[in-house]
């Protein structure tokens, strides 16, 4: 009998210890299940704030690019008078940048010009003819607020003198290519950033 009684105290204290490593499991197992709600919740919530960051097409504001056409004959010596400004024609902040593209002789531009103060270098590739410019300072962009406008990029091109007649006759193109680009100023102001995201 006194055995019985030892044998069935023992069975509930087994019994209780089991039910202790059962309920400590589950709270274990609870613990990492909230741990994992919680990280997949911040990770949808970087997601979102990531997506909100990034420049989708219509962060791209209706721009006029005006000056920046011209008609008539080149030759070595020749000047275009091109005087290029952009406008803003939204009703945000913006930020400017121009792609200038110009024909290449012997991986050099085959045109001389000279760029505004209030313009400054953002990308170049030389021997494709391809020059970057944003309004604003080499580590800044300047703001343009809605209606305004920026100073002109250069006010003409003149086609090197020291083109060859076989140069000039071997070139496929002496066509000028300019392309104004303004982007909402929340999307930052650093040249080189802004120009990244609409490349």
Not at 14 to 42: C, D, E, N, P
Not at 167 to 192: C, H, K, Q, R, W
Request: charge should be negative; include cysteine.
């Amino acid at each position: 009998m006194n055995n019985t009684s030892e044998d069935q105290k023992r069975t509930l204290g087994m019994w209780f210890r089991s039910l202790r490593r059962t309920s400590q499991i589950s709270l274990i197992v609870a613990i990492i299940a909230a741990v994992g709600v919680v990280a997949y919740a911040a990770s949808i919530l970087f997601n979102t704030a990531h997506s909100t960051t990034s420049l989708s097409k219509d962060r791209y504001i209706e721009v006029s690019l005006s000056g920046a056409s011209a008609s008539g004959s080149v030759r070595p010596g020749s000047t275009v008078a091109l005087s290029p400004v952009l406008t803003n024609q939204g009703d945000i902040n913006c930020t400017a940048l121009v792609k200038l593209t110009v024909p290449v002789v012997n991986g050099v531009s085959a045109y001389d010009y000279e760029v505004s103060s209030s313009w400054s270098l953002v990308d170049a590739d030389p021997e494709a003819g391809v020059f970057v410019y944003g309004y604003g300072t080499s580590g800044e962009l300047m703001v343009i607020a809605p209606g305004s406008s920026t100073d002109p990029l250069t006010e003409s091109f003149t086609m090197k003198s020291s083109i060859t007649g076989a140069e000039f006759n071997a070139m496929g193109s002496v066509d000028i290519s300019i392309d104004g680009y303004l982007v909402d100023s929340e999307a930052g102001t650093d040249p080189v950033s802004v120009w990244g995201m609409i490349q």
